[in-house]
């Protein structure tokens, strides 16, 4: 317990010099003085009865229980005792010593002021304002019970670990002040120029030290102080300076002076600043980066002198922050629409590097055409024209952009509406430049592909794939680069014979004009296998992908993404035939290089894992594969969303792990959730919501719901025989698992079609 302003009694002042001494009374046996203040003494006690445990004790001094002392310390047990709430320390019990002393008994947090805690643990940013908005909730508790801590800093803001994790403890309530009721029968008025709480975290208003118009307010401004010192290791204003000028300079100080921001202060530490990013696990400048916008707008409205211009409450603080950590706008920041868009684009940063891709690409593409064409006879002619195509393809984007003003009437805007707006435009904007609106289209496909919107991006793709090879011809390596990408949609739609088709041609032309070690080459054979594997022909596609990943390696290395891809395909394959061996060493060297690469939260990154995690279901280690699943799950919620076929993947294979494992009721719960969003995500055409409907089955058919589970599976080998054929691995599995559904029930008349298809359809591969 951090000492503050606590307390025993006579009969423990006698003991108070030894460090170990005790003394008991009641069910108390007092072990040692852990703090000591102005008014009272805190111990660390001994309860034997009703239940034997640790706790604090708070007891007032002897010599110290004047009738303000007195009322105040009432005040602060009545204070405690009215919250509940795990910020917040406990009260159990409250009394008088055999010699008349006030004391009451709390909960003993065995804990570390949370500044040094966060130093200690060299914890980073995203990680000090998790736990700081934990102490923001204590916070806006005790404000809903009537209470005003007044005297927030981070010795009375204790980090203690529970169940490993890191949770706040607010303690030293006593000179809280109640802002809706009486906390004791007794006077209790605050003296005229007495200070009041602690000069370095004290708000202005406090600073006037009349104390009759103290607000939550004066905590949201101390709370300002706390976030200020967590981010840059020191306070707005210096502890030493602070008290060396005196109370008068103090008080004109916290009252009129106005602080750098936290960006502004790291930069002006000079060599210090090394030490303070260190203990955030980062370099200065990058620390400086991190603060400035959002942290700083947050950090200084806190802060605010005129205290209308603070948030009105704790939770408006705690809620900016948690704004700023899912990278939504910020109540704090300027309005601008600059500043939205930038945090609408963040916050769908795996499809949107969107608008800034649409930017780039078209802009590379624009400048790559004029270079082509100019070599023509009429130079001079071609290049103007250019000039216009890229005039009218900034007026195009900027409009785009514009249309993607989160403030506009109000509206949420999405990544999708802005695209959906996009594609309508260009026929009207571009159609008189077919390679310009090539360009467009086939950025607007690669956008909607990466927030797994494949139905939308699919005709994108099919009509830049067209004028390409229409304006190009189809040998030219823009258009290789279109087909190759179409090839990806149609597997992702499900569409495996349109994508054998192209594929074959996409590679036979890469490989006749480019030569096979081009990097279009690659890429529509590593799709290409791609193709092959998911229609069944796996022997062929293993033979392609070890080929190409064998070319890839010798021209890029290791570490390039088309090299960890094929691993990755490769591995998935192997899996598939068993060889799990080989599987896992692929994955885990994969992941290990895309994690260097990419970070841990890239979704290839996180797909690779979820691999590894199927993979480890396979070898029947599913506690490894749950613990595993959940993890990529909570990740990819947070980093694609919830509609994202990769999101769905994994909650798929959380329930078979699940399943698996026998909790069949937890697995259900996922697989039922896993329903309702999928057909909202697949086509008609995809294979993905029948596989997911078997599982189902197979969970209702462990819980014994025979009859729920016979209309599932017949759903999934229909729906699996449409998408994949009947002699596909997934249909064949859907027959057998039907069969042993009727034979179990001496149904054999029922069973024998399913059984004959299974076997038939098994023999034939």
């Not at 006579?10 to 203040?37: H, I, M, N, P």
């Not at 001094?61 to 509940?84: C, H, I, N, P, S």
């Not at 008189?432 to 909607?448: C, D, F, G, Q, S």
């Not at 010798?554 to 068993?578: F, K, P, Q, W």
Request: aromatic fraction near 6%; glycine fraction near 8%; hydrophobic fraction near 40%.
């Amino acid at each position: 317990m951090e000492p503050s302003d606590p307390g025993p009694s006579d009969a423990t002042t006698a003991a108070s010099g030894a460090a170990k001494a005790t003394f008991s009374f009641g069910c108390y046996r007092l072990l040692q003085k852990v703090g000591e203040g102005g008014m009272g003494e805190v111990w660390l006690a001994e309860q034997t009865r009703p239940v034997h445990r640790q706790v604090a004790l708070k007891i007032i001094k002897a010599g110290m229980d004047t009738a303000q002392v007195v009322a105040r310390f009432e005040a602060e047990r009545q204070a405690l005792a009215l919250m509940d709430h795990p910020a917040i320390a406990t009260v159990f019990d409250g009394g008088a010593t055999p010699e008349g002393r006030p004391y009451f008994v709390m909960e003993y947090v065995k804990g570390e002021p949370i500044t040094p805690y966060c130093d200690r643990c060299r914890l980073q940013t995203h990680e000090r304002l998790e736990l700081f908005i934990l102490v923001c909730e204590g916070v806006q508790h005790a404000h809903q019970k009537g209470i005003i801590h007044r005297d927030l800093k981070p010795s009375n803001v204790l980090v203690t670990l529970q169940d490993g994790k890191p949770v706040p403890k607010i303690i030293d309530f006593g000179v809280a002040k109640a802002s809706t009721q009486r906390l004791t029968e007794r006077t209790l008025f605050t003296e005229l120029g007495v200070v009041i709480g602690t000069p370095e975290y004290m708000s202005p208003e406090q600073a006037d030290l009349t104390g009759l118009d103290i607000d939550t307010r004066t905590d949201v401004y101390a709370l300002g102080v706390l976030l200020y010192e967590l981010l840059t290791g020191s306070l707005p204003f210096d502890r030493k300076m602070l008290r060396e000028k005196g109370l008068d300079v103090i008080r004109r100080t916290i009252r009129e002076v106005e602080p750098p921001r936290p960006s502004t202060r790291i930069a002006q530490m000079g060599p210090a600043s090394t030490e303070t990013a260190k203990n955030r696990r980062t370099e200065p400048a990058r620390l400086a980066s991190q603060l400035k916008g959002d942290l700083d707008w947050i950090t200084m409205k806190a802060l605010e002198k005129d205290r209308t211009r603070r948030y009105d409450t704790v939770l408006g603080l705690a809620s900016d922050v948690r704004r700023h950590l899912r990278n939504e706008p910020v109540t704090a920041g300027p309005p601008s629409t600059v500043y939205r868009t930038k945090k609408f684009v963040s916050r769908h940063r795996t499809g949107v590097a969107a608008l800034g891709i649409v930017v780039l690409s078209l802009l590379v593409t624009v400048v790559l055409t004029i270079i082509s064409l100019v070599r023509v006879t009429d130079a001079e002619r071609q290049a103007r024209r250019e000039a216009d195509r890229a005039t009218a393809v900034t007026s195009f984007l900027q409009e785009m952009l514009g249309s993607a003003d989160p403030s506009q009437e109000g509206r949420n805007v999405k990544v999708v509406d802005v695209l959906d707006r996009a594609s309508t435009r260009v026929d009207s904007s571009l159609g008189k430049e077919p390679l310009t609106e090539a360009a467009v289209r086939h950025t607007i496909a690669n956008t909607y592909i990466a927030l797994g919107q494949y139905p939308a991006a699919t005709p994108q793709l099919e009509r830049a794939y067209q004028i390409r090879r229409r304006e190009l011809g189809e040998a030219d390596s823009t258009t290789l680069q279109t087909a190759t990408d179409l090839v990806g949609a149609y597997v992702y739609m499900g569409e495996l014979a349109r994508g054998e088709e192209l594929g074959r041609e996409t590679v036979r032309l890469a490989v006749q004009h480019l030569g096979p070690a081009h990097d279009r080459t690659l890429e529509a054979s590593s799709n290409l296998a791609v193709v092959l594997t998911r229609q069944g022909k796996r022997a062929e596609g293993v033979a392609l992908e070890r080929q190409t990943l064998a070319a890839a390696r010798a021209r890029y290395g290791d570490m390039h993404e088309t090299v960890l891809t094929l691993s990755n395909n490769l591995a998935l394959n192997l899996t598939a035939m068993g060889e799990y061996d080989q599987a896992e060493q692929l994955y885990r060297e994969t992941l290990a290089n895309r994690i260097k690469v990419l970070g841990p939260d890239d979704p290839v990154t996180l797909n690779t894992e979820h691999n590894l995690a199927m993979l480890l279901y396979r070898r029947g280690q599913s506690a490894q594969a749950e613990s595993l699943h959940r993890s990529v799950l909570e990740a990819k919620l947070r980093v694609l969303g919830p509609q994202h076929p990769q999101t769905l993947d994994s909650m798929n294979g959380l329930g078979m792990a699940l399943l698996k494992e026998g909790k069949a009721g937890e697995a259900r719960e996922v697989f039922e959730r896993l329903l309702e969003i999928s057909p909202s995500v697949y086509p008609a055409t995809s294979a993905s919501p029948f596989k997911f409907e078997l599982h189902y089955a197979r969970c209702l058919q462990a819980l014994g719901e025979d009859a729920g589970a016979e209309q599932a599976f017949l759903q999934a080998y229909q729906g699996l025989q449409r998408t994949l054929g009947s002699d596909h691995s997934e249909t064949i599995r859907a027959a057998g698992d039907l069969a042993d559904l009727y034979e179990s029930r001496g149904e054999g008349a029922k069973a024998a079609p399913y059984r004959t298809a299974a076997a038939g359809a098994s023999g034939a591969r």
